[in-house]
């Protein structure tokens, strides 16, 4: 049976982890390629590297990042954070990535879908949704999450998956950094609606809330950061409990 | 490049028995797919891999890795380009399909309409809407028959990124369920297909490409 994944999401800034990451034993915790290898060792099943200051100066440092990550992790990852072209996009997969994930550029030019999954394949192209819900309704916001925009979650999910689209991360920006849960209801309509896999993100802050997201939710991964970066849910304890609770899970 | 060269940069025990002869551990460049991760993975293991399109230097290798990601008609197409087609399924040593090099090395597949190199005699389709498409994350394999799979527990986890799958047959040597149970991975002679990504399969992939250094 397919598992659900647990998948730690890290920041990166020219070249280097930041937020802060607060593992037992880690001599340069800023690494991500020492991070990286102690989530793989520690049983996370994927991981997300987001450069949150992605530039046009900066690219080759985030470049070079990924090729040692690929050098030395033995799981699939995927990045983020600024990637518009499809020649970004061959350069990052050229130096190991497993996906990429686009979120913005992919609203202002739809197109790009259609392109990457056209060249590289539908699975290695993430699309990264930012959503609000605003009197009932979801709207997907850029940049961040700076900035909102008058287009429907559903209507752009659905969109995103018929443009060859291999998997969705959503996040809720109602309940990211809450710790109170993720969004389950959009979830699980996300995931009846469409036919790829979806990452939820936004709002882990204990066990229950990602027994909720497999079972209310119906995601197909979960994706945290602080929960994780500070040791406040070990990975394998979190394993072993979405287990028990008949959640299949690799352990 | 006649010799697998030690990196010396791994904690894995020594490849012993495996020799210093002839052309060394060779990975297909025909312009599909992440071969980087592949190699990588090899590099972990200390042995450095060649990327290549030669067909000389494929023909020689000990072993040799037939990789791919992407679509099928458009591998298939790169393959016939450099004139590849003909000659992977000529090869004397152990070749290894990842993926959807596993898949082209079956009859056909339904991706594209694409007619494969015929060495595994078996039908690839597409996984129906029941379920989610691709396959995406960790699955187990079971019912594991070959050398390939020394050390390797019945229903250990592999990593796998598919929307197709090659249906159970007589060279199937482990097998994979989601919808169906298909084939995740198949031997005949020589040849050697994984669906899965040992690559990225942690320390159980880690094993199955080692075990295949040592086939």
């Known amino acids: 049976m397919l598992t659900k994944r647990i998948v730690p999401c890290l920041d990166i800034k020219n070249g280097r982890t930041v937020k802060g990451v607060n593992f037992v034993n880690l001599i340069d915790a800023g690494d991500p390629v020492v991070l990286a290898k102690q989530y793989a060792a520690l049983g996370a099943d994927e991981l997300v590297f987001l450069d949150i200051a992605a530039t046009l100066e900066n690219r080759g440092t985030t470049l070079d990042m990924v090729l040692k990550v690929a050098e030395q992790v ?127 993100s936004g709002g882990a802050g204990t066990v229950q809330h990602f027994v909720d997201t497999f079972k209310k939710g119906k995601a197909d991964a979960a994706l945290a950061a602080s929960v994780f970066h500070f040791g406040e849910i070990p990975i394998l304890e979190l394993k072993q409990e979405l287990k028990k609770r008949n959640i299949p899970v690799r352990i | 490049m006649n010799k697998y060269i030690e990196t010396g940069e791994h904690n894995n025990e020594p490849l012993s028995s495996f020799g210093g002869v002839g052309g060394g551990l060779v990975i297909i460049n025909y312009g599909a797919g992440n071969i980087k991760s592949i190699q990588f993975a090899f590099k972990r293991l200390g042995i450095d891999a060649i990327l290549t399109s030669n067909i000389d230097e494929i023909c020689a290798a000990d072993k040799v890795i037939f990789p791919g990601v992407g679509e099928a008609s458009t591998a298939m197409k790169m393959l016939k380009e450099s004139g590849l087609d003909k000659i992977i399924s000529t090869l004397k040593q152990p070749v290894l399909g990842i993926c959807l090099g596993m898949q082209l090395m079956c009859n056909s597949t339904e991706e594209g309409n694409t007619k494969g190199l015929g060495i595994f005699d078996v039908e690839v389709k597409k996984f129906s809407n029941k379920v989610k498409v691709p396959q995406m994350g960790w699955n187990i394999i079971k019912n594991l028959q070959s050398d390939l799979f020394k050390g390797i527990k019945e229903n250990e986890y592999m990593y796998l990124v598919h929307s197709f799958y090659a249906e159970q047959c007589k060279e199937m040597i482990a097998k994979t369920d989601y919808e169906i149970e298909y084939a995740s991975a198949l031997q005949k002679d020589n040849f050697y297909g994984v669906q899965f990504h040992p690559e990225k399969s942690s320390k159980a992939g880690e094993q199955i490409l080692k075990n295949f250094l040592q086939l």
Do not use: Y
Request: hydrophobic residues 40%; proline residues 3%.
């Open chain 1, 74 to 200: 033995n799981i699939p990852f995927t990045v983020g954070g600024g990637i518009s072209s499809v020649e970004h996009v061959d350069a990052l997969l050229k130096c190991g990535a497993d996906k990429v994930s686009i979120n913005s550029s992919a609203v202002k030019r739809p197109d790009l879908i259609n392109e990457l999954s056209q060249k590289f394949g539908s699975q290695c192209v993430v699309v990264a949704i930012d959503a609000k819900q605003i009197n009932e309704e979801w709207f997907v916001h850029l940049a961040g999450g700076t900035i909102p925009t008058d287009i429907k979650l559903f209507d752009w999910a659905k969109e995103v998956e018929e443009r060859g689209a291999g998997e969705i991360l959503f996040t809720s920006m109602n309940h990211d950094g809450t710790k109170t849960g993720f969004a389950n209801e959009a979830l699980s309509r996300l995931s009846s609606l469409v036919n790829i896999p979806i990452i939820a």
